[in-house]
Nanobody, 124 residues
Framework: QVQVVESGGGSVQAGGSLRLSCTIS????????MGWFRQAPGKEREGVIC????????VYADSVKGRFTISRDNAKKTLYLQMDSLKPEDTAMYYC?????????????????WGQGTQVTVSS
């Protein structure tokens, strides 16, 4: 059984930073691209950023380029999202996702396993 568990969300003022973590179990981490998605109230789930197994392929949403950094520790089966220079519009539930296959994507339908989400709130 695959389990995806996020942690690290919280509340921060604009300009601040947060670091999200995501641990995976029950899945071959080496064969999986990993991504972060977010969903704000009343909006569709948005693919924020994705990383393949080696870290050689990273796909960003334009809205987070230069502010968000994704990384992964394959030995620990853990994914990270470092979020800097946070803006109120970054406020959302953030989801970690894994896909079968090592190809990066920001499309919701390409991912097979999802966490329950962790809330990020950025106040102005």
């Amino acid at each position: 059984q695959v389990q995806v568990v996020e942690s690290g969300g919280g509340s921060v003022q604009a300009g601040g930073s947060l670091r999200l973590s995501c641990t995976i179990s029950g899945l071959s981490f080496d064969d999986s691209a990993m991504g972060w998605f977010r969903q704000a109230p009343g909006k569709e789930r948005e693919g924020v950023i994705c990383i393949n197994w080696s870290g050689g392929s990273i796909v960003y949403a334009d809205s987070v380029k230069g502010r968000f950094t994704i990384s992964r520790d394959n030995a620990k089966k853990t994914l990270y999202l470092q979020m800097d220079s946070l803006k109120p519009e970054d406020t959302a539930m953030y989801y970690c996702a894994a896909r079968i296959g090592d190809y990066c994507s920001r499309a919701y339908e390409d991912f097979n396993y999802w966490g329950q989400g962790t809330q990020v709130t950025v106040s102005s």
